[in-house]
Nanobody, 122 residues
Framework: VQLQASGGGLVQAGGSLRLSCAAS????????MGWFRQAPGKERDFVSA????????SYRDSVKGRFTISRDNAKNTVYLQMNSLKPEDTAVYYC????????????????WGQGTQVTVSN
């Protein structure tokens, strides 16, 4: 499956952005979808994941209550709605896909999009 992330940009603290990840392929709905982020000089960190049927979602603690992951399998697209953004959310955000169950380890994901930059200013 091929992934194309979009929706990043520059926003002031407290603002919102919605990231999108379009997946190609007829079997895209069979994949767990995840979002990760990587700030300069830091490792790639888990942000959120959603199961194939969107019944199960998970988030890193620092984004709980601010970010919401969702998916539209008819459009083969997963979204990350980011509200109340903080400067520490600044990073390149990547979407990723894997089969089976959702996990938080980037090593478990088989397919990756190209990343989209999110910059949150003070």
């Amino acid at each position: 499956v091929q992934l194309q992330a979009s929706g990043g940009g520059l926003v002031q603290a407290g603002g919102s952005l919605r990231l999108s990840c379009a997946a190609s392929g007829r079997t895209a709905s069979t994949y767990v979808m995840g979002w990760f982020r990587q700030a300069p000089g830091k490792e790639r960190d888990f942000v959120s994941a959603i199961s194939q049927s969107d019944r199960f979602t998970s988030y890193r603690d620092s984004v709980k209550g601010r970010f919401t992951i969702s998916r539209d399998n008819a459009k083969n697209t997963v979204y990350l709605q980011m509200n109340s953004l903080k400067p520490e959310d600044t990073a390149v955000y990547y979407c990723a896909a894997k089969r089976s169950i959702a996990t938080m380890s980037s090593d478990d994901y088989d397919f990756w999009g190209q990343g989209t930059q999110v910059t949150v200013s003070n």
